[in-house]
């Protein structure tokens, strides 16, 4: 196959788009971890599209497909009633030679051998990442649009799937309070978040949490275990705290190992894993994802640099991918407060 | 009973608190239509105020148990379990003596009698106007935390409550969405949000309708039925469209019979009503409601004017009562216009 | 087209099935109101019939698509991912043509012109009835998989898709309690069933509803009032009734206006409507659509007659379809007495 | 104090009510590990006990309670608004104490002192057990409502909660299936229920498991991979299997672990732990607790024997305590057939 050479055959697509004035074309995919409302952003992605006279080919499985040229054409009736459900229509993967310079250059020749014009990737921080050095090297258009669970993209205040995420975290946290209630319990519940407490964060605040252990402050086994003891003076039949998963906390069963062991106190565990993953996106995803998918399509549209769609303070911005690095968003310290405020 | 003109009680009260240096005391109450977080938003400030060695007595009825004298205190553990329950543990209502000046004044006796040096109410817009007129004619100092599944209130981006009706709504759509799907159906789903379109328009981005009928914009049966004609050409096999509810639109019902009368297609009808005002509330509505709870102790302790406790673009802004009138918040046209664009 | 008199097609399609020793081919189609579990039992049809050797063909549309000849092959992996999916990816319809005996002869052509030996027919009461006229006059194979939230089918003790419409109205009437108990107010809420209350007797039960209106006992207003306010007397802050649709009870506006004329007290209605019919089936709804969809498979392969496959008193029974006829279910009176005992 | 010996003070309770004909009384307690429908059956107890004339006494943390005497009225209006909640009201525990012969006599001294002429349980196989002993030594008249998720209990069909916990369960695995078909990975998700498998299995058949892994059968490495593989080969982008809890399987990391380094795929494993025993009861737990609970009052009015109150083929059946042991419950073996042939 001598396609990741073949400067000819993106020419002629190229020219044939420009000579013949047949529809533009622009590509879809989704990568990474999977968030809720990933469909949803599809689906606005390619019905704006079509609005606009564009069409629109998914990529299969993500940046493996596009390295292996997986491609489909997308219609406005293929996205018919896929905006209420989880995962994603098109697959998703970690895709080891996507991460390659050369991988990355065969990606770009897949692309415009079809005739392709413009990208959008729809994913977390790797996935903008990878998007922005493929366009960095490539000179491939690419517009991110930020979906990930997690909400730690940089450059952008939310990402799609964060609010079904903590809502379907906070379903499973009202099912044990249940059990917390009839027992007197210490229940210990580890979030997702990855290096972000952001889940964790509001899982707590809105889960009437007695604690809350993010990677983003250290904790402390005394004050931790003070806190608990006052709690159980001051009357409390039952105590729900709320972990990050493990890289930087150390994770819920060591926390509730070393908990127990100083107060003598039994505790629960409960690792909620993939259910925050999945689900029927809330409003607030499908409504961001929508806007942001239809911003993303705008923006190439009007020709913009390749940019990260984000919300900043309730507005779509267009962030320049180059822009995105460094502006890691932090914890709110009076949320932190909050939740130790309101456990009294 | 004397209450209503002891002005020596009044003194009398507030007197042994300036003396004896007791806990000072404030007074919480929810009214108007209940909203799914009123019993997050009364948690926080039970438990903020006791944080701050404030007492705390919660008023029945809402206007009602304020004009006739039902108080009961709140502990810090009265308020525990409750921030997942949809509706108001302190009950509500529609009170006419309140409506009074007479009523008003009587309340504010009821309050001094006790000691009761500050009042939060919880409510929508009546409760935004009840409570300017309490606070303007008896000078007694007040603080409203917005909640309203309308998300009316002027003044603040946000009201509690919103996004549990918006999702509740979603919730009973997609349902409705299966035998759509099946049956190749037109459905009208009429839902709440009084003479503003907030709900409707929410639920018609998320719910992938084909149109939606608001207050804010004159419906025309023309440029509805030839959009539905159109959409039918295009191959769609069913479509929803959602309605706001009735004073200012007419009503599903109306709306249905329009256009199954002028296109000759069979119509269903679906009212959603009060199945949108209940529910657990989602993390959205218990976060937001414990922020402004908690924004609402702290103004009192802060001598702050009386005043609604509103969000603004993301942040908790105190907007002093008598400067919300006017402040009519207006729906936001391009996401009017993405319910039309997505549904092609 | 001579479809309709070409018994040679039929035979000819026989005879390479018996000669070829070809895979002998089933269809399956959904017919009347949609049920959950539908998906689920098309699944399973589809599944145990390909483990068994037999190719299936779907009908589009129900009847309607048997009488025009809309038929697709359905493999294993066409159904995947559907089992926890409302309505039916099949589509159903009320279908006039196949209601006279000349619809129902071209249905049966349509069948055999593609060799097809059995039909598996999933719907309820009408489809029950239409299916028995359609192997009486063409001696066609069908067995029936009793699909049907009203839970009405003659012959057995449950129909697909009652347990997830029975869930899905208590969850609205589980929102509606909150407002119920903040405003302390009367409600009625009509749910479905057309001429069967099954519907409204568990809701009323499982959701701690004051009394109940269904179709098979006549509601007196004299007594129904003296028991609501025997409930005010015993403080009682608000009430839920539960009434069956329309048809045969009168509604639920129309009892709430008697009652609140009576008693002078405001009463609130809500109209359930379609949300019950749609959702994502129970565990119960997609374990019996499991066993009965694979039980039709088995009896065809039995060589069977033509029967509903119904379940009796937990177990999986096949009932010929003559026998069906006055098979009508009714209410358990135990269970009446029971929501009255219960709501003191 | 010398309650536990005093006869005196029994007899004297005793000839109170028989003379002075006053109400009679029962207690009730919810012992074991909590059950959704628990607060439904507490309902069910106190308002037909209260429609029959009879006092009821709440014991509080179960058996606990009873050994230390601690009891408080129940009226009807304090069990109204708790048929949708999760847990249990009373509280339960696991109690050391009632656990010696020494701590039972002394429970029933506690009851008599008080009055109380019989007890209603509600728990699992741990409390039948614990009423079957008590009953025997001290000659109280129990009634056991059979109250567990795992459906365990022997000497009935079904168990209240088992409906709720295996919905809880499918709700998780329906979100998790949105990740694997995104990612096209084996997930292994491990549910509760001890020693049985009727969780497992159940929830195998209804989320459409690719296979299941129950105490109750031994498993077999070779085969399980083997069947994997051909699903591989049909073409299966993804496969659940589901696994019950470890004292007998391994647990579901270990099985995870064994198939991943045989067929060298990668697997993720879910934990689903507490969340299955929490949540709002579906109405089936809710009914069979209603129905339940009544007839263990009728059952003490009715002077029956110490009994099980359990379902059998859908009716109430009252079986005396001494003949449930050895009535354990076995898994349908057709059902654990339907596992593999659906999931072809």
């Known amino acids: 196959?001598?396609?990741?050479?073949?400067?000819?055959?993106?020419?002629?697509?190229a020219r044939r788009s420009r000579q013949e004035n047949v529809a533009r074309r622009i590509a879809i995919l989704t990568a990474g971890g999977d968030a809720p409302g990933m469909n949803a952003a599809i689906r606005s992605v390619v019905r704006t599209a079509s609005g606009a006279g564009l069409d629109v080919l998914g990529v299969k499985r993500g940046f493996e497909g596009l390295a292996y040229g997986d491609f489909e054409p997308l219609s406005s009736r293929a996205v018919a009633n896929i905006i209420q459900r989880g995962g994603t229509i098109l697959g998703t993967s970690r895709c080891p030679i996507f991460r390659t310079e050369a991988g990355r250059a065969r990606a770009a020749e897949n692309l415009r051998y079809r005739g392709v014009e413009a990208l959008i990737t729809i994913g977390g921080e790797g996935t903008l990442a990878g998007s922005a050095a493929f366009t960095n090297e490539t000179h491939f258009p690419v517009m991110v649009v930020p979906a990930s669970?997690?909400?730690d993209v940089p450059g952008t205040d939310y990402s799609v799937g964060f609010d079904t995420a903590v809502n379907g975290?906070?379903?499973?946290?009202d099912r044990i309070r249940d059990t917390a209630f009839a027992f007197e319990r210490l229940f210990f519940i580890e979030v997702m978040g990855r290096d972000s407490g952001f889940i964790a964060l509001e899982v707590a605040i809105?889960?009437?949490?007695?604690?809350?252990?993010?990677?983003?402050?250290?904790?402390?086994?005394?004050?931790?275990?003070?806190?608990?003891?006052?709690?159980?003076?001051r009357g409390k039949r039952s105590s729900l705290i709320v972990v990050s998963e493990r890289p930087r906390t150390g994770g819920a069963f060591a926390i509730a190992n070393a908990v127990s062991a100083r107060l003598g106190m039994e505790a629960r565990v409960v690792v909620l894993g993939y259910i925050q993953r999945g689900g029927s996106p809330t409003s607030r995803d499908r409504i961001?994802?929508?806007?942001?998918?239809?911003?993303?399509?705008?923006?190439?549209?009007?020709?913009r640099p390749p940019s990260l769609i984000g919300e900043e303070r309730g507005e779509v911005v267009y962030l320049p991918i180059g822009e995105t690095a460094g502006k890691q968003r932090h914890l709110d310290e009076r949320s932190l407060e909050l939740v130790s405020s309101l456990s009294v």
């Open 1 to 13: 196959m001598e396609v990741e050479t073949s400067g000819e055959a993106r020419e002629a697509a």
């Open 288 to 303: 961001a994802a929508s806007r942001l998918g239809a911003a993303a399509v705008r923006g190439i549209i009007e020709g």
């Open 169 to 173: 975290a906070l379903d499973a946290i």
């Open 206 to 233: 809105a889960g009437g949490a007695e604690a809350v252990v993010v990677p983003d402050v250290k904790w402390n086994l005394d004050a931790l275990c003070r806190r608990l003891e006052e709690s159980q003076l």
């Open 149 to 151: 669970i997690d909400n």
